[in-house]
């Protein structure tokens, strides 16, 4: 069983950094992508930015948040990260780590916690 273990999240003034990391654990040879995705209070989940495993790293942000985060990672670590710069308080949400085998299955962490407020 994959497991995937979020950290990062805290509370940050708007216009503040956070950097979100989250480390795979278990069989995860065939990981076709990793990714992070948040759900605001009320909202709907939505996806912030994938990475792929294959394909030259591919990479794939939010438009509206293109300009403020960065997705990387680190093969032997097994581990994402997500460098979020200048946060507004909309951004506060649960940031959930995600991670996609090549043969589709799916597997989600549990989400950490951010709270951009003054």
């Known amino acids: 069983q994959v497991q995937l273990a979020e950290s990062g999240g805290g509370l940050v003034q708007p216009g503040g950094s956070l950097r979100l990391s989250c480390a795979a654990s278990g069989p995860i040879l065939d990981t076709h992508a990793m990714g992070w995705y948040r759900q605001a209070p009320g909202k709907e989940r939505e996806m912030v930015a994938i990475i792929r495993f294959a394909g030259g790293d591919r990479i794939m942000y939010a438009d509206s948040l293109k300009c403020r985060i960065t997705i990387s990672r680190d093969n032997r670590e097994n581990t994402v990260y997500l460098q979020m710069n200048s946060l507004k308080p909309e951004d506060t949400a649960v940031y959930y780590c995600?991670?996609?085998?090549?043969?589709?299955?799916?597997?989600w962490g549990q989400g950490t916690q951010v709270t951009v407020s003054s």
């Open positions: 995600k991670l996609v085998r090549h043969r589709g299955q799916a597997f």
